[in-house]
T-cell receptor, first 114, second 118 residues
């Protein structure tokens, strides 16, 4: 158990819809990362938050957004969903934001777009 | 160009054989971090090891060992006396926190699917 909690584990929805994925980091970790894992793109970094502020952006689409709340949990919002958004979405956390600490991953949310 | 290359898409060995997973990375930074993660069939990502760019000492943890060579930009992972439970996809990843933009996210290789046959 990594200590990172992601909900829901599975999500099935239709094209054009909007969903919210939730992540609770490990106790004491201030930095939260979101990743997407798909068959064609592999594991891709989407976005990072540190202590409530956006820290870095990766390959995140404009239809996607995220935020980190005062209690440090984070949400990833995906809108105008397309078939290609079907993927496993991981959240990870680390104590700081200097790249020196390992990121511990949650079990992921599997999103299926029908 | 890929920043992290895992040229071996799939490796299949018989239990108790030794196996080495290759990882070649590309960066212009002098300070960077390298990681290995394991993704078993259940799907979670499990952290295995972190290495910073200034520490070229090899590391051994039980049956696992890692060989970091800056001269060849490689960070290879060896499993000795493999077991069926080692079957998983293994990812090598790079962090370049001091690059422009301060991106702290990991850049992953495509992964190597390791199959250990009984």
């Amino acid at each position: 158990d990594s200590g990172v909690t992601q909900t829901p584990k599975h999500l099935i929805t239709a094209t054009g819809q909007r969903v919210t994925l939730r992540c609770s980091p490990r106790s004491g970790d201030l930095s939260v990362y979101w990743y997407q894992q798909s068959l064609d793109q592999g594991l891709q970094f989407l976005i990072q938050y540190y202590n409530g502020e956006e820290r870095a952006k990766g390959n995140i689409l404009e239809r996607f957004s995220a935020q980190q709340f005062p209690d440090l949990h984070s949400e990833l919002n995906l809108s105008s969903l397309e078939l290609g958004d079907s993927a496993l979405y991981f959240c990870a956390s680390s104590p700081r934001a200097d790249g020196n600490q390992p990121q511990h991953f949650g079990d992921g949310t599997r999103l299926s777009i029908l | 160009a890929q920043k992290v290359t895992q040229a071996q898409t799939e490796i299949s060995v018989v239990e108790k054989e030794d196996v080495t997973l290759d990882c070649v990375y590309e960066t212009r930074d002098t300070t960077y971090y390298l990681f290995w993660y394991k993704q078993p069939p259940s799907g979670e990502l499990v952290f295995l090891i972190r290495r910073n760019s200034f520490d070229e000492q090899n590391e051994i943890s039980g049956r696992y060992s890692w060989n970091f060579q800056k001269s060849t930009s490689s960070f290879n992972f060896t499993i000795t006396a493999s077991q069926v439970v080692d079957s998983a996809v293994y990812f090598c990843a790079l962090s370049e926190p001091y690059s422009g933009g301060g991106a702290d996210g990991l850049t992953f290789g495509k992964g190597t699917h390791l199959i250990i046959q009984p």
